[in-house]
Nanobody, 125 residues
Framework: QVQLVESGGGLVQAGGSLNLSCATSGGYFASFTMGWFRQAPGKERDFVAGINWNGGSTDYAVSVKGRFTISRNHAKSTVYLQMNSLKPEDTGVYYC??????????????????WGQGTQVTVSS
C-alpha cells in the first residue's frame, strides 16, 4: 500500500520561505509522477506543481511559477517543494499526491491515485 507523509509546513511572514517534504513508502517511487496541491478554506484543491518520474519534466501553476521549485530524491523516495517569496494567498493545506502509471503530469486532482494527509502553510502579511 502506497503511503505519503508530508512535513515542513508552518507559519511564515510574507516574503519568507518554506521547504515541504513528502516521504513515500510501499510502492515503486521511481515510477510515480508526483504532484503538490493546496486547498484554502472553502475552496477547491488546486494544482501547485508536478514532476514526472525521472525529474526531467516539471509543471507549475502560473501563480507560483518562478517562486516555487519541485524536486525529487529517489534514494530517499521523497519529493520536495521549495517555496520562496511567499504571499498571504499561498496560505492553505498543502497535499502531495502520487499518479501512476503514466509519465504525464496531470493537473486534475481526480487523476491522482494516492494522497498524503496534508500540512498547513500559513503566510502572514
Amino acid at each position: 500500500q502506497v503511503q505519503l507523509v508530508e512535513s515542513g509546513g508552518g507559519l511564515v511572514q510574507a516574503g519568507g520561505s518554506l521547504n515541504l517534504s513528502c516521504a513515500t513508502s510501499g510502492g515503486y517511487f521511481a515510477s510515480f509522477t508526483m504532484g503538490w496541491f493546496r486547498q484554502a478554506p472553502g475552496k477547491e484543491r488546486d494544482f501547485v506543481a508536478g514532476i514526472n518520474w525521472n525529474g526531467g519534466s516539471t509543471d507549475y501553476a502560473v501563480s507560483v511559477k518562478g517562486r516555487f521549485t519541485i524536486s525529487r530524491n529517489h534514494a530517499k523516495s521523497t519529493v520536495y517543494l521549495q517555496m520562496n517569496s511567499l504571499k498571504p494567498e499561498d496560505t492553505g493545506v498543502y497535499y502531495c499526491a502520487a499518479y501512476f502509471p503514466g509519465s504525464q503530469i496531470p493537473r486534475s486532482a481526480a487523476e491522482y491515485n494516492r494522497w498524503g494527509q496534508g500540512t498547513q502553510v500559513t503566510v502572514s502579511s
